[in-house]
């Protein structure tokens, strides 16, 4: 009586975990893993997943985009284990490739999709030869399913250790030892810069023989009869032994149950109620926000650092980073929604310095990675949002990655002057006040001259021109908002608050923002430091729910052509034309807009408000803290702010600190339909010179 007690106890506890407000429906369900997997709109794939784990197993198509699957193709060549989702450099991962197939020739074996379906934490494919492939995914433990046509005397698995995306491959070892296969494989990392190695065990029915394929880094596995070939697999950044531990003898659909839970127990962190077709968009978007990065230590804490040193942490240790992508929303979507992560993965970007971190990636990451700059802003932003970091012994490290950054271009300059000021904020921290004010006035030095030189005059001939000035991927419009932290300084460098809202007002009615890169994301929020506060808060609505015009695009075209449309949809074609997610950049950026809760400045602990894409919303904070977002007046076209009461009390101001959401409680927001003077006599804008 008592284990029925306890398990009727838990059972409903689990229910209440993974349910939606209101709709009876898991955050799991809501997901769909299609959105953003066609043509060059987000570069992600269907593959299953689980949270923050570096195994996926997906589908391998011809043609494919970066994460190895296209949408429209037909034509299946097989399947792989891993991707970097949303990044450029025409991908990353694809490593332990598998297909399965009949006869004897392999590679010519032809595989046409009839049709495929997934949710997340699995996905599967009907061919039409009639076989069919499932695969699911709970943690770092994947399974599959290979089932063969009635007529199939042989069931066949082509598995080549040397495939990677891009020619990506570097090395590898495996070995047979009755029904299993271990090793490890090497590849580099995305874009090229550095390298990753993961060890694996692969499972195979008790039946199974092995012989060699067409290469050394070939096998065919062969199993009698018709029917189904089961494939188990496991991945370890640390070791054989512990992918080996991963592997268990959990039937397909218990795996499949593990996954779906494990998704609605991380969606479920952020509930949302409204219309139906909504709610499904944002947990598309946010399950795409929480792939990485991915966590790299085991049960014991032990984990292979960037150097190859074998280090170990008590509260875990993440890795697979694309911070210059991602730091603006992310990383501070994680912060805040996502604090029982937030801790280790803040203190595992600070490791990055103890064992030499470089901008892109060592030769012995734990994992595939993308690129780390910026991430003094990370660190900043993490200390003055409460979260406790170990830099003993870091300074030096610290120093030497702001001496060496790259200042050739007026981009790389104004980035530059960021992270100077990050690291000023830092060593405040630390109580090096003579160092704090050293790296200040290098912030503050760099950008001014920078922005005199290069971003003040906009009568010149190609400040909306793409590229400019040997650029990465942005105009002088766009670049020139890149001083964040310093809000009420560069507002009186563009000549006053008046002169400041013009330049803005022009900038967004000309169409020169773009949303298809990183540059000028934060640009939005920023009527918020100004008494037009009214104009961010229809800015952030429209950008994420409605029409918006776009000319710039990421193959450095502008007139071709101006895109119409909405930014994110929930389709395969989901975001704009060369929009990669980035890491989950550009999902994060439409969550935070979705929640109505922005940073304003990252590396400082406030966020911005705009009216919430749904009328209640409930985040799970530190410890058993919520705080419930409420939206009265709630309507289509009221995009406005016309009162915002926390816990009861009109706080008379269109800004919240980090505090003051991890405290929770009730924040009720009054949406209008005319734009509102609210809050604008208690306005919050960034001032490095305090």
């Not at 090497?186 to 394929?213: E, H, L, N, Q, S």
Request: with cysteine; net charge positive.
């Amino acid at each position: 009586m008592f284990f029925r007690k306890r398990m009727l106890a838990f059972l409903c506890c689990f229910l209440q975990l993974i349910a939606v407000p209101g709709r009876g429906q898991s955050p799991a369900a809501a997901v769909n893993v299609f959105l953003g997997t066609s043509g060059d709109h987000g570069q992600l794939s269907p593959a299953a997943s689980a949270p923050f784990s570096y195994l996926s197993i997906g589908p391998q198509t011809d043609p494919h985009i970066h994460a190895g699957y296209e949408h429209l193709a037909r034509k299946f060549t097989g399947f792989t284990h891993n991707r970097f989702e949303g990044v450029g450099c025409k991908g990353s991962g694809g490593i332990l490739f598998v297909k399965p197939f009949t006869g004897n020739d392999a590679r010519g074996f032809e595989l046409f999709k009839i049709s495929d379906t997934g949710t997340a934490g699995y996905y599967a494919v009907n061919f039409r030869n009639g076989m069919r492939a499932a695969m699911t995914v709970a943690a770092y433990e994947g399974m599959e399913t290979y089932t063969y046509p009635k007529q199939t005397t042989e069931k066949k698995l082509l598995i080549d250790f040397s495939h990677a995306f891009n020619g990506a491959f570097i090395a590898e070892e495996h070995r047979v030892t009755g029904n299993k296969i271990s090793g490890w494989i090497k590849a580099r990392t995305t874009c090229g810069a550095g390298a990753y190695k993961v060890f694996f065990v692969m499972a195979f029915p008790d039946a199974t023989t092995f012989r060699p394929g067409a290469t050394a880094h070939e096998l065919i596995a062969t199993e009698k009869g018709n029917g189904t070939l089961a494939l188990r697999v496991a991945f370890s950044s640390n070791s054989q032994a512990e992918a080996g531990s991963r592997l268990s003898r959990r039937p397909f659909e218990t795996i499949r149950s593990a996954a779906a839970a494990s998704w609605s127990a991380e969606l479920g962190r952020i509930t949302v109620t409204g219309e139906p077709a909504r709610q499904k968009l944002f947990y598309s978007m946010l399950y795409r926000a929480l792939q990485s990065p991915y966590l790299v230590s085991g049960k014991d804490g032990s984990y292979q650092a960037i150097d190859g040193t074998e280090q170990s942490s008590a509260q875990g240790a993440y890795h697979g980073w694309s911070i210059w992508d991602n730091y603006k929303t992310q990383l501070p979507l994680l912060s805040l929604a996502f604090s029982n992560r937030y801790q280790a993965i803040a203190q595992s970007v600070a490791n990055l310095y103890r064992h030499g971190k470089k901008d892109y990636a060592t030769q012995t990451e734990p994992a595939n990675s993308v690129r780390t700059e910026h991430a003094l802003v990370v660190l900043l932003d993490a200390l003055n949002k409460g979260y406790k970091l170990e830099l003993d012994g870091l300074a030096d490290s610290l120093r030497a990655e702001v001496a060496r950054i790259d200042t050739k271009t007026p981009d790389k300059q104004l980035e530059a002057a960021i992270d100077y000021w990050a690291l000023a904020g830092i060593f405040s921290h630390l109580k090096q006040d003579a160092e704090a004010a050293k790296y200040l006035e290098m912030a503050r030095s760099q950008w001014t001259q920078t922005w005199n030189q290069e971003f003040r005059d906009l009568s010149k001939k190609d400040v909306d021109r793409l590229p400019a000035r040997n650029m990465y991927q942005g105009t002088v419009w766009q670049y020139r908002w890149l001083v964040p932290y310093d809000l009420k300084g560069l507002m009186a460098a563009a000549g006053g608050e008046s002169a400041f809202i013009s330049q803005l007002d022009t900038f967004f009615g000309e169409n020169y923002y773009t949303h298809t890169n990183e540059p000028d994301i934060q640009v939005p929020v920023y009527y918020n430091a100004t008494r037009q506060t009214w104009k961010s808060q229809k800015l952030m609505r429209t950008i994420a729910l409605d029409t918006i015009i776009e000319n710039y695009f990421n193959s450095n075209e502008r007139d071709i052509g101006a895109y119409i449309g909405r930014v994110f949809k929930n389709e395969p074609q989901a975001l704009l034309r060369t929009m990669d997610d980035d890491g989950g950049a550009m999902s994060s950026w439409f969550v935070l807009a979705a929640l109505g809760i922005y940073p304003a400045n990252v590396g400082q602990p406030i966020y911005y408000l705009n009216v919430p894409a749904f009328p209640a919303i409930t985040l799970s904070l530190q410890g058993k803290n919520s705080l419930k977002i409420k939206v009265s007046n709630f309507a289509g076209n009221n995009h406005y702010i016309a009162r915002v009461r926390l816990n009861g009390k009109d706080i008379g101001r269109t800004w919240l600190s980090h505090a003051e959401i991890m405290a929770g409680g009730t924040l009720e927001i009054t949406a209008h339909a005319q734009p509102q003077q609210y809050g604008t006599d208690q306005l919050w804008l960034s001032d490095a010179g305090k």
